[in-house]
């Protein structure tokens, strides 16, 4: 059976390893493509262009905003965050999978509109290594990584929502079992309603020209 390309939404606290996660996980396997949001933020030391994000103004963002040109798209400590939708569609068309790494207002959004997308929640093994992660990041401002995981305490409200937590102690271990997660999620009735409904009508056929 082949399978069509679905929609993994990707959230956790700042500093819980998910763009580290996502990084691996591309590069160990083939069908996922990984899709890149604008935002409004400041580039970090190392970040490019086009590459960890598409950064630009807040004029720019908004006029996207305006042109549909966005999936979905949320405020975040003071920045805009979107995803560009041409991407996701031409992708998900292809039949890959594509991961959004997103937080939690627009992982809901995406429910909305794609009922069939999965929704993934990465944790830390605890909060003390979570302070520690953010911090020997070293990209943010001590301000900022208050504020951050002030954020983190808001999220942490609403994991309910979603239909996996997986916890980011060993890095590669967390990136098998989001790979296996994801495969499983393929298989659910819901995600396969045309294949169904093909063998239910294949069935019908065989039984009545059997009689
Ligand atoms: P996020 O994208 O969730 O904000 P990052 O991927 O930037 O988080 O990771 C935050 C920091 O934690 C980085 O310095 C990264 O190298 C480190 N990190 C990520 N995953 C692990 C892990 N499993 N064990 C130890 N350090 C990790
Ligand atoms: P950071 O500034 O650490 O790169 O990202 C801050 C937060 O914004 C993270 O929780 C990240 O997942 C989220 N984020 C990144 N891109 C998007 C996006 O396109 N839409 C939404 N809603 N959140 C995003």
Redesign the pocket.
Known sequence: MKHKGILIVVS??????????MKKLVQEYDNYALSISATTRAPRAGEEDGREYFFITKEAFEQKIAENGLIEYARYCENYYGTPRDYVEKQLEAGRDVILEIEIQGALKIRKQFPTALLLF?MPPNVEELKH??T??GTETPEVIDRRLARAAEEAEGIEEYDYIVV????ET?VEQLHEIILAAHNTPFRNEEFIEKIRKELDVLVKGEK
Request: hydrophobic share 30%; with cysteine; net charge positive.
């Open positions: 956790g606290f700042s500093g819980a390893g998910k763009g580290t996660l990465v992660r953010l020997g990041r980011n102690d060993d890095l967390c």
